[in-house]
């Protein structure tokens, strides 16, 4: 069965240094997100991409992060100078009609 | 913003019994979606169930179901003769069906299930 598969699994840090973290969506999705939970929170939404351009994004997603879709399988994530506040499960997902599929995140630590 | 609320913070169910998981949301839009999603302690998030709201049937997927109770804006998961695999955290999500697609996910249930 087709996986949305993010990489790297764990992902540690120094404060102020770039990240980038991956994702491949499922091969036949159209539309693709990045989540993000803080440990012990709610999930909430970060971005939405759609025809190689963002189509929605909420008030967490400032200036430090930018998405990618470099080639015609990856999905970025790109926090440009990390903060500690920034520690979280990123979860990419991929839909293409009205289910969203997750992949299996990657744990982001700042220190 | 729509908002999703799950006022159980923690569930506890004897394996082989039923338990239920309440949700409430708050929107103006007529036609949505809404889900119940898993995450056990892999913290992967696994689609549980869906219902579309125009849809008055209430889904099922074999143990799993839902009360969909659109005037009063609910949304419960009925999880049937328990297991012990379906201990986990489930969130309820909403997702509107015009415009932006994204979801909006309740502060979600942990529920442990007694052998």
């Known amino acids: 069965e087709p996986e949305v598969t993010q990489t790297p699994s764990h992902q540690v840090t120094q404060m102020g240094q770039e990240v980038i973290l991956r994702c491949v969506p499922i091969?036949?999705?159209?539309?693709f997100y990045w989540y993000r939970q803080i440990l012990g929170q709610k999930v909430e939404f970060l971005v939405s991409f759609y025809n190689n351009e963002i189509s929605e994004k909420s008030e967490i997603f400032d200036d430090q992060f930018s998405v990618e879709r470099p080639d015609g399988s990856n999905f970025t994530l790109k926090i440009r100078s990390t903060k500690l506040e920034d520690s979280a499960m990123y979860f990419c997902?991929?839909?293409?009609?009205?289910?969203?599929?997750f992949g299996q995140g990657t744990r982001l630590t700042v220190v | 913003a729509q908002t999703v609320t799950q006022s159980q913070p923690e569930m506890s169910v004897q394996e082989a019994e039923t338990v239920t998981l309440s949700c409430t949301y708050d929107t103006s839009e007529s036609d949505y979606y809404l889900f119940w999603y898993k995450q056990p302690p892999s913290r992967q998030m696994i689609l549980v169930i869906r219902?579309?709201?125009?849809?008055?049937q209430n889904a099922t997927e074999n143990r799993f179901s839902v009360n969909f109770q659109k005037a009063a804006k609910s949304f419960s998961l009925k999880i049937s003769d328990s297991q012990l695999g379906d201990a986990a955290m489930y969130f309820c999500?909403?997702?509107?069906?015009?415009?932006?697609?994204?979801?909006?996910f309740g502060t979600g249930t942990r529920l442990t299930v007694i052998p």
């Open positions: 091969s036949n999705h159209l539309y």
């Open positions: 219902q579309e709201a125009y849809k008055q």
């Open positions: 999500a909403y997702r509107s069906a015009l415009g932006a697609n994204n979801l909006f």
């Open positions: 997902a991929s839909s293409k009609n009205t289910e969203a599929f």
